[in-house]
């Protein structure tokens, strides 16, 4: 059992925690309806909030779902803006908690760490290591399982109050991802096993972190028990690095079976190491021990969405700000591979300019 925490719950629904998780929850926000209508009545909904808290009277409202291609096709599943500070009041408290117990590589939602530190550690072990072995879960989001993630929060998180919040956030989340599940029989299954809650809506704060709770076991045993020295995990997709191919098949099987008893399943057709001087896939990049370049599929998308950008702004839907935003922001990613050419052949073609009124488009 873990450490106890006597004043976690107080902390959580204290009044300067729920303030300080609504300037983080409507951070960039603050002109969407919904959080605009929050802060309008700010005091009155916070000390309604935290009164529901203390009272054990909360509960989750209904998520709001629509399709993203980014480019691949995933259902996101966004909480009501009140929801949402609840999940960042939850995070100020057990983020630092299980901060201590991550690994050093895992590189996703945590501060300080990143897409960007994930591919530099990358190269860092191209020029290291012979052999690399990428690995990738099945419908990572839709798999996760209830049962088995409260079991593992329950290990550290022994204020039942605390729990009970995690119990009712996590189940506010089944049924969500039920279509973008294809069921998976497991050798001890039985067929009341379908009926298993499971899934975590892409969206949450909360389902981003408790995605790494959820591996945190995986990542340790990777590292304690298999004692692989180069290893990363960014979400579900994970490297091993090693300069014996034949240690890294093995891994394989002994990785796919611990997922097995996370009722996970990888991707088996990727998963097959491969010499480090031919490169690795890795976070939309294709990576080489001196060089990176951006995947096709992203340079594809990146294409049809920025010009989709320059028609919104002609039409007037966008301003110049948010239009610089997003290019900078493409920019910064892109940046950090050898994409110059790339990034001019892409942008130099096009034209930010208001259509002219009464033009006829």
């Known amino acids: 059992m873990g450490k106890t925490y006597n004043h976690l719950w107080l902390k959580l629904v204290s009044s300067s925690n729920l303030f300080a998780a609504f300037e983080k929850a409507a951070r960039g926000k603050r002109s969407h309806p ?105 419908q990572f989001f839709p798999s996760i ?13 022994i204020d039942e109050r605390v729990m009970d ?21 497991f050798p001890s299954d039985d067929l009341f096993d379908i009926n298993r809650p499971r899934g975590l809506p892409i969206g949450n704060l909360t389902s981003q972190f408790w995605a790494n709770v959820y591996l945190n076991p995986l990542d340790h045993f ?6 692989c020295r180069g290893y990363i995990r960014y979400v579900d997709d994970m490297l091993l690095f090693a300069d014996n191919k034949a240690q890294l098949h093995e891994w394989q099987k002994q990785v796919t079976d611990f997922l097995a008893g996370l009722r996970l399943t990888i991707h088996t057709n990727s998963a097959q190491p491969r010499p480090t ?38 039409d007037g839907e966008i301003d110049e700000k948010r239009v610089q935003a997003s290019i900078n922001a493409w920019i910064a990613h892109a940046e950090h591979g050898d994409t110059w050419g790339l990034r001019s052949n892409i942008l130099s073609p096009l034209i930010f300019r208001r259509a002219a009124r009464g033009a006829i488009i």
């Open 222 to 227: 990777i590292k304690r028990q298999l004692k």
């Open 277 to 314: 001087r031919i490169g690795v896939p890795f976070l939309g990049f294709q990576m080489f021990h001196n060089y990176r370049r951006l995947k096709r599929r992203k340079a594809v998308h990146a294409r049809r969405r920025l010009k989709a950008l320059a028609a919104r702004y002609r």
């Open 34 to 138: 919904s959080v605009a209508a929050f802060e309008y009545r700010l005091e009155e909904n916070i000390f309604d909030l935290r009164d529901e808290l203390r009272q054990g009277a909360y509960q989750p409202r209904g998520y709001t779902s629509f399709y993203i291609h980014d480019p691949k096709h995933r259902l996101i599943s966004a909480a009501p803006f009140r929801d949402r500070v609840v999940h960042h009041a939850l995070n100020n408290l057990l983020e630092p908690i299980y901060e201590r117990k991550f690994i050093y590589d895992s590189y996703a939602n945590r501060k300080g760490k990143g897409t960007h530190r994930a591919l530099d550690r990358c190269t860092t072990y191209l020029r290291r290591f012979q052999y690399v072995l990428p690995m990738d879960v099945r």
């Open 165 to 185: 919040l995690c119990r009712r956030i996590v189940n506010s989340g089944d049924g969500v991802l039920h279509e973008e599940y294809q069921m998976i029989y």
């Open 145 to 157: 399982d209830h049962a088995i993630l409260l079991n593992t929060l329950s290990k550290t998180i």
